[in-house]
Structures are given as C-alpha cells and as structure tokens.
C-alpha cells in the first residue's frame, strides 16, 4: 500500500520560510516525478512544482518562481518544498504527489498524500 506523508506545516509570518517534507513509501519510486500542489479555502487545487526523477529537471508555477524550491533524496524517498518570503496568500493546504513524468495537472498524479496545513500570518 503507497503511503505518502507531508510534514513541515505550521504557522509563519508573512516574510519568513518553512520547508515542507514529503516521504514516500510502500513501494518504489523509481523513475516517479514528484510534485506539490496547493488548495486554499474555496479555490482549485494549484500546481506548485514539479521535480524529476533524476532531478535534473524542475518545474514551477510561474508566480512562485524565485521563492519556492522543491528537491528531492531519492535514498530516501523523500521530496522537500523550501518556501521562502511567505505571503498571506501562500496559506494552503500543500500536498505531495507522484508521477510517471512531471506535468502541471493534477490529473497525471498517480498517489497522493494527505496534505499538511501552511499558514501566513500577516
């Protein structure tokens, strides 16, 4: 059974950085991309970034460019979203996903984790 966990949520002011986790398991990931994604209150679930299997490439939406770096340790099956100068409007529900290749829809996502609270405080 895959099972994928989202850690690192919580509470921040506007302008500071949280690094949110991802930890997948229950089966391999092998040659899988994995992404985030975003849900505010009342909206679509968002495309965040996109990574590789073999990390040499990424992928982010255009908005987040610049501030939100994703990476990732394929020892450890873990994919990391390190989210910098936070914003009000950043506070979402942030889920991980996987994928036999990158895209931007949520629709080529094969597992799903549960998703972890980020808020922004103003």
């Known amino acids: 059974q895959v099972h994928m966990e989202e850690s690192g949520g919580g509470l921040v002011q506007a302008g500071g950085s949280l690094r949110l986790s991802c930890a997948a398991s229950?089966?391999?990931?092998?040659?899988?991309?994995m992404g985030w994604f975003r849900q505010a209150p009342g909206k679509e679930r968002e495309f965040v970034a996109a990574?590789?299997?073999?990390?040499?490439?990424?992928y982010y939406a255009d908005s987040l460019k610049g501030r939100f770096t994703i990476s990732r340790d394929n020892t450890k099956n873990t994919v990391y979203l390190r989210m910098n100068r936070l914003q009000p409007e950043d506070t979402a529900v942030y889920y991980c996903?996987?994928?036999?290749?990158?895209?931007?829809?949520?629709?080529?996502?094969?597992?799903w984790g549960q998703g972890t609270q980020v808020t922004v405080s103003s």
């Open positions: 996903a996987a994928s036999p290749s990158p895209g931007r829809l949520p629709s080529l996502y094969d597992y």
């Open positions: 990574i590789s299997w073999s990390t040499d490439s990424t």
């Open positions: 229950g089966r391999t990931f092998n040659g899988y991309a």
